[in-house]
C-alpha cells in the first residue's frame, strides 16, 4: 500500500530515517554480520590464532549430543509452555465470554502477570516450591512428594514452565475473548437451532472460527518461550541443576560469554537466527491471510 | 406465558456460576504467587523458615521495605546496592526505550509513508529485518560493538541499542497509510510544510498510538534481562530486576526470602501499575503491534 | 479577484499516460467555471493542476497576471473544497477555519473577525467549538466552504464537494454555493461529473472527454449546439436520442423516420440527434422540414407532470425516447407518432462525431 500524496522535500526523508538507520546499523546489522563470520571461524584457546573454518563449526555443533539434547529440551519446554499457557487461557475466555457483567475486572486482574518481567515471575514461582519452605512445596512433602528443583532436574523443569506459563495466560486470554467475542452470535443460535448441544457447538462452530487466533498464538507463544524465557532460567534454575533446564538461548549464551566458546557460540547464534526468521515469516505470512480475507 | 419463560430463566441462573467459578480459579492461579510473595515480604526470616508460612501479611512491611530500598537488597553473603538505586537505572531504562522506540519509530515512518526518495524500500526493510535480529542472536559481537564503543555500563549502552523498534514503525506506518490524502493536500493549501503537517496534524492524530505503544514499550524496557545482564556488569548500572535475580543464591546458600520478596514487588509494581492504569491503552496496544 | 486562464496545459504522468491533453480555459474574473466529464476524463487532474496539488507537464497556468506553474499551493492563493471535506479530525470547526490564517500569520483579531463572520454567513457559528465527528454530512460541507471562505483567495477550487450528500441537501447546497458565489464574487472552477449540477451552476461549462475538451461554452449554447455526439449525449437528461440515417432525396433516411427536409446529411450518411423533450404527439401531418418519427411503445414511465415512453425504431432495435408533457395515455405495443421542429434536429458525422452545420 503506498499513498498518492506525498511532500516534494529530497533530503528530509534521509534526516527523519538518520537515528533508526543508524542503530540499525551499528547495533543490529553489524553484529549480525560479526556473528556469521565468526561463526566460520576457530580461535584457538588462548586466542593467538584464528582459522577460517568454514561450516566446521555448524558440524560440530550440530554433532553434539549436549547440543542435540538441549534442542529437544527446548523444543519439549517451549510446547510444554504453549500448552500450558494456552488451555487454561481457552478455557477462561470462554468462561469470560458467558459472563455478561465483570468480564472487565476479570480481564485486569488475569492479565497483570503479563506486565511482570520473567525473572520476576520465576522467582515467585521458585519461592513457592522451596524444599521445606515453600508454600506449595511444603503440602507436596506433608504428601510424600519431596520437591526439591535445587536436586531434581524434572522438579526444576516444572517450576520454569508453570513460571513461564503463568505470564502468558492472561495475554492469551485477552486474545481468545477477543477472537469469541467477534464470532457472530447468529451463526452459534443457528447450531443451537440445529440441534447442536454446547460442548459440540464449541468443537464444531466456535473451536474452528477462532483457529486463526489458535494459530497467531502458538507462534507468539513458541517465540516467547523460545526466547523470553531466558530471565526465568537464568533467575531460577541457571540452566541447572546440571544441565536440565538448559534451553539453547541459555546454551548460546554460556557457551558465549561463560565457557568463551566464540566459533561454536556464533555457529549457535547463527542456528537460531533461522529459528527467528523461520517464525517470523510464519507469522507475517498468517498476518497477509488476515488481511486480505 | 409465565411458564414458557420460567424454564430458561432458571437453567441460566443455575449455568451462571459455573463460568464464575472457572474464572475465580483462573484469578486464584494468578493471584496466588503475588500474594504469597507479598505476605513473604512482610515477614521476617524466621517466620518464613517456620513451614507452613503464614498466609497473611506480618508486621515486618515498613522495616523489610525500608532496608531494601534504602540499604541495600541483602540475601545471605549476596549484597545489592539499595532497591531504589536499582529502581532508578530500571525507570530510566524503562523511560528511555519507551521515549526513544517512539519518537525515531514515529519519524522513520513518517518519512517512508510521506515522501518518494531513492532507497525508500531499502531503509523500509533494512527496520523490518531487525525483527529477525534479537540480542539473543547476536550476544557476543554485540558486546564487542558496546566495548568498542565505550558504551558499557553507561545509560546509552543500557538504551540507544534497544530504541530501534520494526514494530513500532510498521505499526505507525499503518496508521500514516490511512490518514486521507485530502488531509495532506489541504494542508499543503493552507500553507503547512512536512513538520508543521506533522507537529499539527499527524502528532496529534497518532496520541492514541503513541499512549498504547508507550505502555507497551514500557514494559519491554523495564522487563529487559539479557541486555542488562551483558552491558551493566558494574553494580551501580543493575536494574531492579536483575539485581532481583541476583538475591537468590543459586548455589543453594541462605536466601532472605523477605528480602527477595521484597524486592520483586517492587520490580513488579511500576509495570503492574502502567498495565492496570492504562488498561485501555495496553490492550489496543497488544493488539496492533501484534498486527 | 483574478482571471485564471491555462494555455495548452498538457499533463503526462511519469509512465507515459497522457491525463490531460493540450488544454486552453480562460475564465473571466468572478466567474464560476464548471469542468464536466465522466470519471478519468482529467476533470480533477487540471482542478489540482490550478490548485498546485499535480505538477503541470507543459503550457502555462495563470492566476491574475502571474504564471502560477512553479509556486507552491499556498502561494496561489486558491481555496480548495475537497470532495470527502478534508477537515482536520483532531481540530475544532473554529481551529480548522483558522489553521490557514495562523500558518500566514495573520493576526488574531483578524482570524477571529474572519471566522466569525464566515461561520454567519454559513450558519455554522452554533457549532464553532465543536470537532468535525460531532457534524452531520451537510454541516461538514459548510465548515468546509468556510475554511475556504475565510482565507479570501483570489479563486475558488471546488472537487465535486456536494457528492458526499444525499440529493435533497445537494440541491440545497447547490443553490447555496451559486449565491455564495455570487455574492463574494470569487473566480471559482468546480469539477462535478453531475451534468445537472453542471448545467445550474457554471457560468462557463467545460465538458471533457479522455483528457481533452470536447465543448466550453455558456451551459446553453452547449444544450443547444452541442458540438459532438459525446457532448449532446453528456448534456440533458435523459440523454439525446442518437440515430443513425442515411442521405436520401430530400433529407435524411432511415426506417420509421419521415421529413426532416434540408437537412444536409453527407453521401456516408450521417447522426441525427433529437432531444426527448423536443418530441410531441403528432396529431395531425408533420411540416416537411420537421422530424417524424413512428415507433411502438415498449415502456411508460409516468412520473406526473411528465412521461416517458421508450420504443425501438424502425427494426433497427435502437430505442429512443421521448419526453412527452402531462400524462400521455399510452398503452405498451401501441404504434406512436411524434414529431420534432426543423430547429431542434442536430446532424453529427457518423466517424468523428462532429457537429455538421451550424
Known sequence: MERKVVFPQKLLPYLLLAPQIAITLVFFFWPAGQAIWMSTLLQDPFGFSVQFVGLENFQAVLQDPAYLSTMQRTFLFSFGVTALSMIPALL??????????????????????????????????????????????????????DWNPRIDGTDAMIVVLIASAWKQIGYNFLFFLAGLQSIPKSLIEAAAIDGAREIRRFWTIVFPLLSPTTFFLLIVNLTYAFFDTFGVIHAVTQGGPGKSTEVLIYKAWYDGLIAQDLGRSSAQAVILMFIVIGLTVIQFRYIERKVHY | MAAQLDTPMTKSVRRDWVPHLVIAIGIFITAFPLWVAFVASTLSNPEIAQAPMPLLPGDRAAANYGEALWQGGRSGRIMTPPVWEMMFNSTVMALSIAVGKIIISILSAYAVVFFRFPFRMAFFWMIFITLMLPVEVRIVPTIQVITNLNMMNTYAGLTIPLIASATATLLFRQFFLTIPDELVEAAKIDGAGPMKFFRDVVLPLSVTNIAALFVILFLYGWNQYLWPLLIGTDARMQTIVIGMSKMIDSAGGPTDWNMVMATAILALLPPVLVVVLMQRWFVKGLVETEK | MAEVSLSRVRKVYPGGVEAVKDIDIAIPDGALCVLVGPSGCGKSTLLRMIAGLETITEGDCRIGAGRVNDLDPSDRDIAMVFQNYALYPHMTVYDNMAYGLRNRGTPKDEIEARVQEAARILEISPFLDRKPRALSGGQRQRVAMGRAIVRKPQVFLFDEPLSNLDAKLRIQMRVEIKKLQRALGVTSVYVTHDQLEAMTLADILVVMSKGHVEQQGSPLDLYEKPASTFVASFIGAPPMNLIPVGAGENGPQAPGLTGGRGLAVPAGGATLGVRPEHMIVATGPVPDDALGITFPVSAVEAVGAETFVYGPIGGTGQEIIARLPGKALLAPGTPVSVAAAAEHLHLFATDTGKRLGP
Open chain 1, 92 to 145: 477462561l475466555a470462554v468462561m469470560a465470554d458467558r459472563v455478561v457483567r465483570g468480564a472487565t475486572a476479570y480481564k485486569t486482574i488475569l492479565v497483570v502477570p503479563y506486565a511482570i518481567a520473567p525473572a520476576v515471575a520465576g522467582a515467585l514461582w521458585l519461592f513457592l516450591f522451596q524444599p521445606s519452605i515453600g508454600t506449595i512445596a511444603y503440602p507436596l512433602r506433608l504428601i510424600g512428594i
